[in-house]
C-alpha cells in the first residue's frame, strides 16, 4: 500500500513540475508555418453556415489578428507582458467573431478552433495562449 501511495505522490510531483515548466517557457517567434498553420485552423467550417461576405470578413480580421500575435511574440517585452498582451488580444478577437458572426454562431466557431488548434499545441507553444 505504501509502495502505492509512494508512486501516485511521484507521479503528481512529476506532473507538476511539467506543467510549471510548460507556463514558464519563453515566449518567442515559431517557426514561419505558425501563421500558415493557423490560418487553416482559424478558417471556417462549412457547417457554419457563413455567408461568403462574413468568411472573407473574417479571414481579414484572422490574418490582422495572427500578425499581431507574431508581432507580441517577436517583441522585446517580457514574457509576462506578452502573455498578457496575447490573452488581451485573444478576448478582443473572441468580441470580433461575436461581431461578425453573432452570439451563436461565434461560439461554434470558437468550439471548432479549439478543436483544430488542439494539435498546434505541443508543436507551437504559442498557440496555447491565442485563443
Known amino acids: 500500500m505504501k509502495k502505492h501511495l509512494f508512486i501516485a505522490a511521484f507521479c503528481f510531483l512529476l ?3 511539467s ?26 467550417e462549412n457547417d457554419l453556415k457563413i455567408d461568403d461576405s462574413k468568411k472573407e470578413e473574417l479571414k481579414s480580421s484572422n490574418n490582422q ?5 507574431l508581432k507580441i511574440a517577436g517583441s522585446s517585452d517580457s ?3 506578452k502573455r498578457k ?8 478577437q473572441s468580441g470580433v467573431f461575436s461581431s461578425i458572426l453573432g452570439e451563436d454562431t461565434a461560439k ?6 479549439k478543436r483544430k488548434i488542439r494539435p498546434f499545441k505541443t508543436k507551437y507553444k504559442l498557440a496555447t495562449l491565442i485563443l
Open 15 to 17: 506532473s507538476a513540475i
Open 19 to 44: 506543467i510549471q515548466n510548460g507556463f514558464a517557457q519563453k515566449i518567442s517567434l515559431p517557426s514561419p508555418n505558425f501563421k500558415k498553420d493557423m490560418v487553416g485552423v482559424f478558417s471556417p
Open 65 to 69: 489578428f495572427l500578425d499581431e500575435v
Open 79 to 81: 514574457d509576462d507582458n
Open 85 to 92: 498582451s496575447l490573452l488581451d488580444l485573444g478576448k478582443k
Open 108 to 113: 461554434q466557431y470558437k468550439k471548432s478552433i
